[in-house]
């Protein structure tokens, strides 16, 4: 990939090409990033790359002061939003462009995408959203996860038992009911994920069906991006093999 940014570069960003390749997941909590981001490392790594993965939260500068600022919701939402866009900035310069520059694919669950979109709904403007990750590497591929609320809804409760209390726009005060303030809130995002998803070119697919559905129409997206016959192959899985009768009945 060419290291090209939406707008200003970090100190240190090489001006060179990167060899490898950045493949953003986004969605929605509950869409399934989570889960097609280590089928797609599963099917890649088979497939012989080298493959890294990120997501929000994880850098080892600032994450743990985000959990402990969203347990105790101490922060306002321009604070919340800078510390945010730090552990982006900390995972870029030390594990995203190391690893392109490796030659590695760097699966990202949610980007900066993500991060707009909930700057946004919390009172930011657009364009200081846009300003703000203006030093963000554009990946090669944006594959958003498109799931209806009451998907996300019912996923949500089927793995943790209940709404986590910033995915269901509590900060906002949009409800006193958990379950009104989780769809007016993932109503908002919708609106700012279909700005988003226009003006950096997202490919949208349908995960309101089965994870293996879904794997299949992402493995279709990402296999272009690798030249010889991995990228020409059909993304399909392989079905296991057809063993005769009499071979099963020997055997039992």
Do not use: C
């Not at 399934?32 to 929000?56: I, M, N, P």
């Amino acid at each position: 990939m060419i290291a090209r940014t939406y707008g200003s570069r970090l100190p240190g960003l090489p001006d060179e090409s990167l060899s490898g390749k950045l493949i953003v997941i986004e969605g929605a909590d509950g869409s399934g990033r989570t889960t097609e981001v280590s089928l797609l490392r599963e099917w890649l790594e088979v497939e012989g790359h080298a493959v890294v993965d990120t997501g929000l939260r994880r850098s080892t500068l600032v994450a743990g002061e985000i959990d402990r600022a969203k347990q105790g919701h101490t922060l306002g939402a321009t604070t919340m939003a800078l510390l945010y866009a730090v552990d982006f900035a900390d995972q870029l310069e030390n594990k995203i462009v190391p690893a392109l520059a490796a030659g590695s694919t760097v699966l990202a669950d949610r980007y900066i995408y993500t991060l707009m979109a909930r700057a946004v709904v919390r009172g930011a403007s657009r364009e200081w959203a846009r300003r703000l990750y203006g030093f963000a590497l554009r990946p090669d591929l944006v594959i958003f996860l498109e799931a209806r609320p009451e998907i996300l809804l019912h996923r949500a409760i089927s793995k943790y038992g209940s709404l986590d209390y910033w995915e269901s726009g509590m900060d906002l005060s949009l409800s006193r009911d958990l379950f009104e303030s989780f769809f007016a809130y993932q109503d908002r995002l919708s609106k700012e994920f279909a700005w988003v998803g226009a003006e950096y070119g997202f490919h949208r697919v349908d995960a309101n069906r089965r994870p293996e559905q879904v794997h299949d129409d992402v493995r279709a997206l990402v296999a272009p991006l690798y030249a010889g016959p991995f990228g020409a192959r059909p993304a399909t899985r392989p079905r296991p093999p057809v063993i005769p009768r009499a071979a099963r009945a020997a055997s039992s």
